[in-house]
């Protein structure tokens, strides 16, 4: 086992200093806060940060990216995040104004600057517990949450995707945004009322409405460490079985 002498580790919310196996912690939450504040003050907020999931190294860059090539398409200041460990890390690095992050645990340090010039930061996911009310808290910027699929048709606004971690909150169909009037988790004033973000990136058609007719699902257990056979579930079978009309032929 390797011995080290001096260690120096530094995470979103404190530095922690190892000297001869004794371990010595700094909490540098307030000192991020001024440090942010300061920055700000010295410069425009004209850019948009965006970024999906950041904890989970599987998670799919799906709305945060869709959002983000939009935006650079039509020459908006952008800049997307994606951790190191997703599987999309190697193409997207070779895109401008994509930043690759070591660590999420570093998310709030390493991108100082960057959320310093930043009016708007975008995710369809959560940075972690720590990121999001922090964010939230800063008087310079708003944190906002574009959702990644109509999961609110279950009252479930009330737990991490709420005020306290987010500035506003994306609703995508009528049926959710009774659901938020309903529990009154969310002032209206705060719910941006539009569609899904991954509705344009369709294909074009000669018929000017749009139809999903298929939504596929996604479960933890489909993750490669839980080997599952997914072709062996109900709900893939359900799906590759023949139809009734099939089935008389």
């Not at 973000?197 to 257990?221: G, H, Q």
């Not at 490669?224 to 359900?238: A, F, G, H, N, S």
Request: aromatic residues 12%; charged residues 25%.
């Amino acid at each position: 086992m390797k011995f080290t002498i001096y260690e120096k580790k530094e995470t979103d919310n404190s530095i922690r200093y190892t000297i001869f196996g004794l371990s010595l912690k700094k909490k540098i939450k307030k000192n991020w806060f001024e440090i942010l504040i300061k920055k700000a003050s010295e410069q425009k907020q004209e850019n948009i940060l965006i970024y999906d999931s950041l904890a989970d190294k599987y998670a799919e860059a799906a709305d945060g990216l869709i959002l983000f090539n939009y935006l650079q398409k039509r020459n908006i200041p952008s800049r997307y995040v994606i951790l190191k460990e997703n599987p999309a890390a190697e193409t997207l690095k070779k895109l401008q104004n994509v930043i690759v992050l070591e660590n999420q645990n570093v998310f709030l340090t390493e991108l100082q600057n960057e959320i310093a010039k930043s009016r708007y930061i975008i995710t369809s996911f959560g940075a972690g517990a720590l990121a999001n009310p922090l964010l939230t808290r800063l008087p310079f910027l708003e944190h906002i949450f574009i959702e990644h699929g109509v999961t609110y048709l279950k009252e479930w606004v009330s737990n991490a995707y709420n005020p306290k971690n987010f500035n506003r909150i994306l609703c995508p169909t009528t049926k959710t945004l009774s659901l938020y009037r309903q529990n009154k988790v969310w002032p209206e004033h705060k719910i941006i009322k539009c569609g899904m973000l991954r509705w344009d990136n369709l294909k074009k058609t000669k018929n000017a409405t749009k139809n999903i007719f298929l939504f596929f699902t996604w479960r933890i257990s489909f993750l490669p460490e839980y080997k599952t056979d997914i072709t062996k579930m109900q709900y893939c079978l359900l799906y590759t079985s023949p139809s009734p009309r099939d089935r008389q032929k």
